[in-house]
C-alpha cells in the first residue's frame, strides 16, 4: 500500500500505529533538522576553519546538510534490505523539500545575524548563531512538514515502506 493511499487518522494513535499528523510532523522536520545540523554544523566548521569565504561555506553546508539528511533517511531502508537506488528515490521524495526549506531558512539566518559566518568553530557566537538559526529553520520547517504529510507526501513515503 502506498503512502498516498494508507488511512492517515486525524487524531490520536490508533491501533495501526499511526501517531496524529502534528507528531508525525513534528518527528519528521525533527528528523530532517538532525540530519541538515550535522552537515551543516560540519561544513560550517570546515568552511570558516579553512578560511573559505561565506558563500563557499554555504555551498559546502548546504551540501554536507542534503547528504546527511538523506543518508539519515536511506539507512534503515537498505537495512531492509531495499535497494540503495530504491532508498535514494524515496530519500528524496521524503526529505527534498523539508530539507531545502530548512537550509534556506538556516543559512539566510546566519546570514543576517552581522558576525554570524565570519565567527570561527571556537567563538561562542557561531555556536549561539547556529542554535538560532536551527530553531527557526525548524519553526518553519514543521508547517511545511505537516502539509506534505497530509497530502500523503514527505515522511508519509518513508511510513509506507515501514
Not at 502534528?22 to 579553512?50: D, K, S, Y
Not at 538556516?106 to 552581522?114: E, F
Not at 536551527?134 to 515502506?161: D, E, K, M, Y
Amino acid at each position: 500500500m502506498s503512502a498516498a493511499s494508507h488511512p492517515m487518522p486525524h487524531h490520536g494513535h490508533g491501533p495501526t500505529g499511526w501517531p496524529s499528523l502534528n507528531r508525525l510532523a513534528f518527528q519528521a522536520t525533527l528528523h530532517c533538522m538532525t540530519g541538515c545540523a550535522i552537515g551543516e554544523i560540519v561544513g560550517m566548521v570546515i568552511g570558516t576553519a579553512i578560511g573559505l569565504g561565506m558563500w563557499e561555506t554555504i555551498g559546502l553546508a548546504v551540501t554536507l546538510a542534503f547528504i546527511t539528511g538523506f543518508g539519515l533517511t536511506m539507512i534503515p531502508l537498505v537495512r531492509s534490505g531495499m535497494r540503495l537506488r530504491q532508498a535514494l528515490g524515496i530519500a528524496f521524495a521524503a526529505d527534498f523539500v523539508s530539507v531545502s526549506v530548512m537550509e534556506i531558512v538556516d543559512n539566510a539566518v546566519m546570514m543576517a545575524i552581522p558576525g554570524a559566518m565570519a565567527a570561527g568553530p571556537l567563538d561562542w557566537f557561531f555556536w549561539a548563531s547556529m542554535a538560532l538559526a536551527l530553531a527557526i529553520a525548524f519553526a518553519v520547517a514543521l508547517p511545511v512538514n505537516l502539509w506534505l504529510i497530509r497530502r500523503g507526501q514527505g515522511h508519509a513515503v518513508v511510513h509506507g515502506h515501514h
